[in-house]
């Protein structure tokens, strides 16, 4: 797993193809003067926002627990994500606004075939940059380099959309054919901003996580409970990379304390072994608080 440094490394790496990828839409824009490239580039300045915000909830998010924040500073990635998606949307109304002045005024000298090498090029880049950033987010549970990579992704289907598109304009000889382009790329922003915005606010109101990982941790706790009878009222919820789960263990009520503080530590050391970082709260209760609904101890 991804420590600390090695986390904001990526933010700095992420910061820094965000600043080349734009360089290279700017200058597509600038050699061709297609307002559907001008929208592209306008998409990947809000790419550097968002390397810029993933880079200090990536900080901040490894901060110590302390006296006003007792569980970490884990939920600072949703709000860098929740924070890109509004950006993410507020770019889309922009760019639709440039699509709408150039349907009314076409831009009739359009030079596309210097545009689309640099645009390309930038598509490329940011093409291997947002597979790193989903993958390496999704290994280390973390909401900033997810989304920062989703949204990256998203900028080259953009890209390629826009390189076969503008293609298009000399050999058709349609001038309004760069305002539609520009309206899609509008269209397809919103959409992965309402998309970033809806896993973020799931994340910030502790929705619980996916059955196929519930399954597990029932699963880890009833094998590794040796000597208890069974578990009930299990919650989970997640802040990033770590994991918050409390339940109640029933044990047999003539065990003694530090028998059933032994089968806690066994479980939870389980449970860190499966899903990593974890403040696991066990609840002991005797026997007669045992529930029909709860999970079996596997003997």
Not at 113 to 140: E, P
Not at 186 to 214: C, Q, W, Y
């Amino acid at each position: 797993m991804l420590k600390g440094p090695e986390k904001i490394v990526f933010g700095w790496m992420s910061l820094l193809v965000s600043l080349i990828a734009l360089a290279l839409k700017y200058i597509a824009w600038h050699v061709s003067g297609s307002s559907a490239l001008l929208s592209d580039a306008l998409e990947t300045i809000i790419n550097v926002a968002a390397a810029i915000g993933a880079l200090w909830a990536l900080t901040v998010s490894e901060r110590p627990a302390d006296h006003n924040h007792t569980y970490g500073h884990e939920k600072a990635e949703y709000l860098s994500a929740v924070t890109e998606a509004v950006l993410v949307v507020l770019t889309a109304i922009g760019i639709a606004w440039v699509a709408w002045k150039s349907w009314l005024t076409p831009n009739t000298e359009i030079a596309p075939w210097s545009g689309i090498v640099f645009n390309a090029l930038g598509g490329v880049v940011n093409l291997v940059w947002g597979l790193i950033l989903v993958r390496q987010g999704t290994l280390r549970r973390s909401p900033a380099l997810t989304a920062n990579g989703r949204h990256v992704i998203s900028d080259v289907w953009t890209t390629v959309l826009l390189v076969i598109g503008i293609a298009l304009i000399p050999l058709t000889g349609y001038a309004r054919l760069d305002a539609l382009l520009s309206g899609l790329v509008a269209i397809n922003v919103l959409r992965v901003g309402f998309d970033m915005m809806k896993h973020s606010i799931a994340g910030l109101m502790d929705e619980a996580p996916d059955s196929d990982t519930l399954q597990m941790i029932r699963a880890v706790i009833s094998e590794n409970a040796t000597g208890a009878i069974e578990a009930h009222d299990i919650r989970v919820r997640t802040a990033g990379s770590l994991s918050f789960i409390e339940f109640h263990l029933v044990v047999p009520g003539a065990m003694s304390v530090s028998n059933s503080h032994e089968i806690c530590d066994k479980v939870e050391h389980a449970l860190r072994r499966h899903i990593g970082r974890a403040i696991i709260h066990i609840h002991v209760e005797p026997e007669e608080k045992a529930k029909q609904t709860g999970i079996p101890v596997l003997a």
